[in-house]
């Protein structure tokens, strides 16, 4: 199971801005002073073989969405946050729009963080293209068609080209998702709001994105947070159970 991270903030994407940009280059710069770096090829190999990751790259910016290939042939997604329109573009770019797929997606609550990519979602606009919605939120798709209606976006819920379903799940029951066995259970976010819990079972191997890291983990999963670390908000995730959990 590999696991793609395309957006993990919280509240608001944040994008990286010029100063913190200018910061990356100087120190590129500084540590790249007196080699032979005359040419493209060779100041590529020396980001890739010298600089750090905080050097040569950046990480975050936005807001949720993570991608769990399981190795079959559709799409596994969590959240719909704007990291959603990277992977659209990503994949868009891997079969092209004349190739369909299937898009499994799971949303763990209806805040706008984890929602507000999917008016940018390409694949939506691309019939023959299948995307199928799951959350244990009854109002997932009020929210949903809510966003792509006026005056909130130019582009109606009803003149999108895919096939959009939307499925309810109920808690504690099993499904068969991508290849993946599904099991729902309730969550909370930071602020004590319902957020779906869903488990993967998938060859044994272990993973979870959420909030936060509930009291009896203890390094048995791969875990991904989505939130503003904040001194004030960090502290209320010290007690938030887990929007998603893959295993």
Same mark, same amino acid.
């Given at each position: ?8 903030r919280g509240?608001?994407?944040t994008p990286?801005?010029g100063? $913190?940009? *200018? ?8 540590k ?13 190999a ?6 750090s ?11 949720s ?5 399981v190795g ?7 959240d ?10 990503? $994949?868009?770019?891997? &079969?092209?729009?004349?190739? %369909? ?5 799971l949303?763990s ?8 990519g999917f008016?940018?979602?390409?694949p939506?606009?691309? %019939?023959g293209? *299948? !995307? ?25 819920f ?5 096939k !959009? ?6 808690t504690d029951?099993p499904?068969? !998702? ?5 099991? &729902?259970?309730?969550?909370i976010?930071? *602020? ?13 191997? %272990?993973?979870?994105?959420?909030? @936060?890291a ?9 875990? @991904? ?6 001194? @004030?908000n960090?502290a209320?995730? *010290?007690n $938030?159970?887990?929007?998603?959990a893959f $295993?």
């Amino acid at each position: 199971m590999k696991v793609i991270f395309w957006g993990t903030r919280g509240s608001l994407p944040t994008p990286l801005n010029g100063k $913190a940009l *200018r910061k990356k280059l100087v120190n590129a710069l500084v540590k790249g002073a007196g080699k032979n770096l005359d040419t493209p090829q060779k100041a590529d190999a020396f980001c890739e073989q010298e600089l750090s990751f905080a050097e040569g790259s950046t990480f975050g910016g936005n807001s949720s969405c993570v991608q769990v290939d399981v190795g079959g042939p559709d799409y596994l997604i969590c959240d719909l946050g704007s990291g959603v329109r990277e992977f659209a573009l990503a $994949a868009i770019a891997k &079969h092209s729009p004349k190739q %369909p797929q299937t898009y499994h997606i799971l949303v763990s609550h209806v805040h706008w963080d984890h929602i507000m990519g999917f008016p940018f979602f390409i694949p939506c606009f691309i %019939p023959g293209n *299948r !995307i199928i919605l799951y959350s244990c939120h009854a109002k997932l798709e009020q929210a949903i068609r809510g966003q792509n209606h006026e005056p909130c976006f130019p582009v109606e819920f009803e003149s999108l080209g895919a096939k !959009i379903e939307f499925v309810t799940l109920e808690t504690d029951k099993p499904y068969d !998702i991508c290849g993946a066995k599904v099991t &729902h259970g309730n969550g909370i976010t930071p *602020r004590n709001q319902t957020a779906c819990t869903p488990r993967w079972t998938r060859s044994n191997r %272990p993973a979870r994105h959420g909030i @936060s890291a509930p009291p009896w983990y203890h390094g048995r999963e791969l875990w @991904s947070r989505s939130f503003s670390p904040t001194p @004030s908000n960090m502290a209320m995730a *010290r007690n $938030a159970t887990s929007p998603f959990a893959f $295993a």
